[in-house]
């Protein structure tokens, strides 16, 4: 047993604690739940940061739609408007375009054997191979690839096209995956890095627009949401008609040096949810078309801003600073130490976010609050533990209103005592010496015992609060620690009940074969000092006073009045129903001036069992 505590000490219970929430805060870090907490909140940063503190940007990407109203207006479907696609690649080769990138795939056939009826006998083919050919010559062209869920990979692009576009640079992919990384709520969050690409390359679309404009091409993080204003794009038909009227000059002025990105517009055409609104033709809440997220994370790359995360280790060890909370005794002010850290680590979170890094706090917090709450259950268990023990080892030593009181932290050395009204109560029991002449020790101990006990009980029961016995004597006194109404009242019930109790515990002895016993109680009310009395070392819960002194010559009056029960004129004032007590007269009491009191017998067993008052 010895050996068990050893290993169970207080401070090695500590250390086991903070290494268990370490543990926590290790597994908070990668929880399925804190990271989507997280995301949660990164998003409302974004919709504040957008909202109060918009961040313009330097380098702008341009989105050209292909929306309904092109469709509306050509005689083929999306997938035969080669010549299209090719006038649109030439046009912005023509206007000087930085790069061209397209959120769109490739035709997988030739389609040759299909001609136009408007382009004297061009057919499909022949015309997007031309405008490829022309446009790579002068312009870094990025076109998408699509993954076949039904086939598990990239669908291919038609050889001739990928044989045109592979002829470009090769600081760049110019066919790349438009496939993108979603969270747990399917929002676009993060850089769609080889992690997210279902072939694992680390080719993404937006990624190869931004090396072909000249950038690095090793990007990580998450995409910076708080960039730039709403887009707004430019429908594809409206530059096909500036060139058709030969507004080169417009087309220059719009597109030169810029990097242009083509995709679908339409309102139920590859859409994706974002976290903040990016679409300025949409409502707030509508899917965003795919396109977008693309020009997003080209805005963050083009002004090489994206959005670092704070790296894991890093995090753990803020964890373990808030596993600190686990320490100390002060809850209070432990609390308030836990609110002001965690403004601290909600303001350093959107400080960081300024030098557009991001501070995820969920598992910080999370951490933090485990160790605050289980830390206050920690305390609060040790302190029941201590209340218990306390309780346990004193409960025959105090009355249990004194015992609560200790418990509850009312009484201690330290505390003063006060002045209150109570009511005193002295018992004796009659022919005591001579009752111990003719028995053994044992034996009168073990009566006494016995009769203690009973009466104890009765005090306890109205609320007294006994102060100490006294060989065969008892004191207890009423209104304190307990405040009642009428202490009085309730000390004169307690008296005739002991009286009560006393003719059944007399039948007791005789049964035995034991003396009977003949007790007088006196009774008197008044302000007494109540409180601790005696040393740092030795101390108990007491009443003084002159009240406390004429209880006890009231008491020794018993015997001479022939009454068991005598009260003072204070105590019978205070009591409901006095028809049964007897006036004595003024009666000279030891060390003080005489006083009025009155005498209380049973005047038979069925008046000894009467009802008593209510307390």
Same mark, same amino acid.
């Given at each position: 047993?010895?050996?068990?505590?050893?290993?169970?000490?207080?401070?090695?219970?500590?250390?086991?604690?903070?290494?268990?929430?370490?543990?926590?805060?290790?597994?908070?870090?990668?929880?399925?739940?804190?990271?989507?907490?997280?995301?949660?909140?990164?998003?409302?940063?974004?919709?504040?940061?957008?909202?109060?503190?918009?961040?313009?940007?330097?380098?702008?990407?341009?989105?050209?739609?292909?929306?309904?109203?092109?469709?509306?207006?050509?005689?083929?479907?999306?997938?035969?408007?080669?010549?299209?696609?090719?006038?649109?690649?030439?046009?912005?080769?023509?206007?000087?375009?930085?790069?061209?990138?397209?959120?769109?795939?490739?035709?997988?056939?030739?389609?040759?054997?299909?001609?136009?009826?408007?382009?004297?006998?061009?057919?499909?083919?022949?015309?997007?191979?031309?405008?490829?050919?022309?446009?790579?010559?002068?312009?870094?062209?990025?076109?998408?690839?699509?993954?076949?869920?039904?086939?598990?990979?990239?669908?291919?692009?038609?050889?001739?096209?990928?044989?045109?576009?592979?002829?470009?640079?090769?600081?760049?992919?110019?066919?790349?995956?438009?496939?993108?990384?979603?969270?747990?709520?399917?929002?676009?969050?993060?850089?769609?890095?080889?992690?997210?690409?279902?072939?694992?390359?680390?080719?993404?679309?937006?990624?190869?627009?931004?090396a072909a404009a000249g950038m690095r091409r090793d990007w990580s993080g998450l995409i910076n949401y708080r960039l730039g204003a709403p887009f707004q794009y430019q429908p594809l038909q409206d530059i096909l008609k500036l060139a058709r009227e030969s507004k080169q000059a417009?087309?220059?002025?719009?597109?030169?040096?810029?990097?242009?990105?083509?995709?679908?517009?339409?309102?139920?055409?590859?859409?994706?949810?974002?976290?903040?609104?990016?679409?300025?033709?949409?409502?707030?809440?509508?899917?965003?078309?795919?396109?977008?997220?693309?020009?997003?994370?080209?805005?963050?790359?083009?002004?090489?801003?994206?959005?670092?995360?704070?790296?894991?280790?890093?995090?753990?060890?803020?964890?373990?600073?808030?596993?600190?909370?686990?320490?100390?005794?002060?809850?209070?002010?432990?609390?308030?130490?836990?609110?002001?850290?965690?403004?601290?680590?909600?303001?350093?979170?959107?400080?960081?976010?300024?030098?557009?890094?991001?501070?995820?706090?969920?598992?910080?917090?999370?951490?933090?609050?485990?160790?605050?709450?289980?830390?206050?259950?920690?305390?609060?268990?040790?302190?029941?533990?201590?209340?218990?023990?306390?309780?346990?080892?004193?409960?025959?030593?105090?009355?249990?209103?004194?015992?609560?009181?200790?418990? /509850?932290? #009312? &009484?201690?050395?330290?505390? !003063?005592?006060?002045?209150? @009204? +109570?009511? %005193?109560?002295?018992?004796?029991?009659?022919?005591?010496?001579?009752?111990?002449?003719?028995?053994?020790?044992?034996?009168?101990?073990?009566?006494?015992?016995?009769?203690?006990?009973?009466?104890?009980?009765?005090?306890?029961?109205?609320?007294?609060?006994?102060?100490?016995?006294?060989?065969?004597?008892?004191?207890?006194?009423?209104?304190?620690?307990?405040?009642?109404?009428?202490?009085?009242q309730n000390a004169f019930n307690a008296a005739r009940e002991m009286l009560h109790a006393l003719d059944i515990l007399n039948l007791e002895f005789q049964a035995e074969g034991k003396a009977t016993l003949q007790i007088g109680v006196g009774l008197h009310g008044g302000d007494?000092?109540?409180?601790?009395?005696?040393?740092?070392?030795?101390?108990?819960?007491?009443?003084?006073?002159?009240?406390?002194?004429? /209880?006890? #010559? &009231?008491?020794?009056?018993? !015997?001479?009045?022939?009454? @068991? +029960?005598? %009260?003072?004129?204070?105590?019978?004032?205070?009591?409901?129903?006095?028809?049964?007590?007897?006036?004595?007269?003024?009666?000279?009491?030891?060390?003080?001036?005489?006083?009025?009191?009155?005498?209380?017998?049973?005047?038979?067993?069925?008046?000894?069992?009467?009802?008593?008052?209510?307390?």
């Amino acid at each position: 047993m010895t050996q068990v505590r050893r290993y169970f000490t207080p401070r090695l219970l500590q250390a086991y604690g903070l290494a268990g929430l370490l543990a926590l805060a290790w597994l908070f870090l990668h929880l399925p739940l804190v990271i989507a907490l997280d995301n949660k909140l990164l998003d409302l940063q974004f919709t504040l940061s957008r909202r109060y503190n918009p961040q313009t940007v330097a380098i702008d990407p341009i989105v050209v739609g292909i929306n309904e109203a092109f469709l509306d207006e050509v005689d083929e479907p999306l997938a035969l408007n080669h010549h299209h696609l090719a006038e649109f690649i030439r046009i912005m080769s023509q206007a000087g375009a930085r790069v061209i990138g397209m959120d769109i795939s490739l035709p997988e056939k030739r389609y040759d054997q299909l001609v136009s009826v408007r382009k004297d006998a061009a057919d499909f083919h022949q015309s997007l191979l031309a405008g490829l050919l022309q446009g790579v010559q002068t312009t870094p062209l990025v076109v998408a690839k699509v993954w076949d869920l039904k086939h598990s990979h990239f669908r291919d692009i038609q050889l001739d096209y990928a044989a045109v576009l592979n002829m470009q640079d090769e600081k760049f992919q110019a066919i790349a995956s438009a496939e993108f990384c979603r969270d747990s709520d399917q929002r676009i969050r993060r850089f769609p890095g080889r992690d997210c690409q279902p072939d694992r390359s680390a080719q993404g679309l937006a990624s190869e627009i931004a090396a072909a404009a000249g950038m690095r091409r090793d990007w990580s993080g998450l995409i910076n949401y708080r960039l730039g204003a709403p887009f707004q794009y430019q429908p594809l038909q409206d530059i096909l008609k500036l060139a058709r009227e030969s507004k080169q000059a417009e087309l220059q002025r719009r597109y030169s040096g810029r990097v242009v990105l083509l995709g679908a517009t339409m309102d139920a055409t590859d859409l994706v949810d974002l976290p903040v609104s990016l679409a300025g033709w949409l409502p707030a809440d509508e899917p965003h078309p795919g396109v977008l997220a693309h020009a997003q994370l080209l805005r963050s790359m083009l002004n090489q801003r994206m959005l670092q995360q704070v790296d894991n280790g890093s995090l753990f060890i803020m964890c373990t600073l808030f596993a600190l909370f686990w320490f100390g005794a002060s809850i209070r002010r432990k609390l308030l130490l836990f609110l002001v850290a965690v403004l601290g680590l909600l303001a350093l979170s959107g400080i960081a976010m300024q030098y557009d890094v991001w501070l995820p706090p969920i598992a910080i917090l999370l951490t933090g609050l485990l160790a605050l709450g289980s830390s206050s259950a920690w305390q609060s268990w040790q302190h029941f533990v201590d209340k218990q023990r306390l309780s346990k080892a004193f409960s025959g030593r105090v009355s249990p209103a004194v015992m609560q009181e200790i418990v /509850a932290g #009312r &009484i201690d050395q330290t505390a !003063k005592s006060r002045r209150l @009204p +109570v009511c %005193v109560l002295f018992s004796d029991i009659r022919g005591f010496t001579t009752l111990c002449e003719h028995a053994q020790a044992e034996d009168i101990v073990s009566l006494l015992n016995r009769y203690f006990a009973v009466m104890s009980k009765i005090v306890h029961a109205h609320g007294g609060t006994i102060d100490k016995f006294i060989g065969d004597g008892l004191m207890a006194f009423f209104g304190a620690p307990q405040v009642l109404a009428n202490p009085e009242q309730n000390a004169f019930n307690a008296a005739r009940e002991m009286l009560h109790a006393l003719d059944i515990l007399n039948l007791e002895f005789q049964a035995e074969g034991k003396a009977t016993l003949q007790i007088g109680v006196g009774l008197h009310g008044g302000d007494a000092v109540i409180g601790q009395v005696g040393s740092a070392e030795r101390h108990e819960y007491t009443a003084i006073g002159d009240t406390v002194n004429t /209880a006890a #010559r &009231i008491e020794g009056l018993c !015997k001479d009045v022939g009454y @068991p +029960v005598v %009260v003072s004129q204070i105590v019978k004032d205070k009591l409901a129903g006095t028809a049964s007590l007897t006036s004595l007269g003024d009666r000279n009491l030891k060390g003080r001036s005489a006083i009025a009191v009155y005498g209380w017998r049973p005047e038979s067993d069925a008046e000894s069992q009467a009802c008593i008052e209510p307390d």
